[in-house]
Every structure is written in C-alpha cells, then in structure tokens.
C-alpha cells in the first residue's frame, strides 16, 4: 500500500514539475537496509512546496504537526493519505548540541530514479542522509547501516558529502563524514 500511495503522490508531483525527493525508511528499504517502511518523507525544493501543499491536500488529510526541538524546519506537512502517513518537508533543519545543520536540497541531492508502479520516484542519497541521522538523536543503528553500505558500496555522490562539511556539524559528524571522504 505504500508504496501505491508513493507512486500516486509521485504521479501528481512529475505532471506539477515539482522538484521533489524521497528519503528515510523508503530510501533504506531501496537499498535493501530496511525491510519495511513505516511512513513516507518527501522532501520539496522550498520555490514548490505551497504548490506540493496544493496536491497533496487534493489527495489526503492535512494532519497538524506537534513540533519538536530538534528541527527549526521551515516547512514541515503532515498528511494521511489511503491510511498511509506522508511527511513533506522544505527548507528541513536539524538542531543539534553544536548549533542547527540547514540541509541543502536541490537537483544535486537526487542519487537516482526509480520506476515505482510505472511512476519515476525520485531518490535522496544515503551520503545525504548518513550526516542527517548523525545529527538526529537515537539514529545510530541507520548511520551505521549507511555507514557499512557506503563502506563496501562506495560513495557514489561524494560531492553531496563535501556540501554538508560546508554546514554546522559537530566536531565528531566532521571528523566521521571527513573519514568516509578519504581524507
């Protein structure tokens, strides 16, 4: 059912021309690191995101969002559609103890596409999200999963790695990010 609800939302956002990526548990679940995802997490180039609101408030619930301290996200939608929990975020930013890492998402942070249900799906890059899950608190299992992929996989957008040394991280999460570069 997921992914039915993926490829729908997909559909709308392609026929929008919205820039647009998935990540999370559906990323891992691509690479074979989890088995079952639990929810969807899309994010939106911040110029689309009013007009993403548009559809998928067409298709499914807008859910009203508790926040959190750990993200200063700019645009953070929750919806339900087909029973199916949809996070779409743009502008996402994670705080952490050494300050608040802003991620960049643009044309660059999609790794590949899938066809998904005869819908091209868009995906985030583990390099993007081995660093946010350093940052989110209780992520340790993914970063090391991720972690061990890359290692054996190879760093497949190495420059996705270097943009993210550009932004506030921890001392630890440089040092680590620094190490899976080679350098």
Same mark, same amino acid.
């Given at each position: 059912?997921?992914?039915?609800?993926?490829?729908?939302?997909?559909?709308?956002?392609?026929?929008?021309?919205?820039?647009?990526?998935?990540?999370?548990?559906?990323?891992?679940?691509?690479?074979?690191?989890?088995?079952?995802?639990?929810?969807?997490?899309?994010? /939106?180039?911040?110029? &689309?995101?009013?007009?993403?609101?548009?559809?998928?408030?067409?298709?499914?619930?807008?859910?009203?969002?508790? =926040?959190?301290?750990?993200?200063?996200?700019?645009?953070?939608?929750?919806?339900?559609?087909?029973?199916?929990?949809?996070? /779409?975020?743009?502008?996402?930013?994670? &705080?952490?103890?050494?300050?608040?890492?802003?991620?960049?998402?643009?044309?660059?942070?999609?790794?590949?596409?899938?066809?998904? &249900?005869? /819908?091209?799906?868009?995906?985030?890059?583990?390099?993007?999200?081995?660093?946010?899950?350093?940052?989110?608190?209780? =992520?340790?299992?993914?970063?090391?999963?991720?972690?061990?992929?890359?290692?054996?996989?190879?760093?497949?957008?190495?420059?996705?790695?270097?943009?993210?040394?550009?932004?506030?991280?921890?001392?630890? /999460?440089?040092?680590?990010?620094?190490?899976?570069?080679?350098?």
């Amino acid at each position: 059912m997921i992914f039915k609800v993926l490829s729908l939302i997909g559909e709308k956002l392609n026929d929008n021309e919205i820039t647009w990526g998935v990540g999370a548990s559906i990323l891992l679940n691509q690479f074979g690191l989890v088995d079952k995802p639990n929810d969807i997490d899309i994010f /939106v180039d911040i110029k &689309n995101i009013e007009k993403a609101n548009e559809i998928l408030k067409s298709i499914g619930e807008r859910k009203e969002w508790e =926040r959190t301290t750990t993200y200063s996200t700019k645009y953070f939608y929750e919806y339900i559609i087909d029973e199916i929990d949809v996070d /779409v975020m743009a502008g996402f930013t994670v &705080n952490h103890n050494h300050g608040v890492f802003e991620y960049i998402f643009d044309h660059n942070s999609i790794s590949e596409f899938k066809i998904i &249900n005869e /819908v091209d799906i868009p995906f985030t890059s583990l390099e993007d999200w081995y660093v946010i899950y350093q940052l989110i608190p209780n =992520r340790q299992p993914k970063v090391e999963m991720i972690e061990k992929y890359l290692l054996s996989n190879g760093v497949k957008k190495p420059i996705l790695l270097k943009r993210a040394l550009e932004g506030c991280l921890s001392v630890e /999460v440089r040092e680590r990010v620094k190490k899976m570069l080679g350098s």
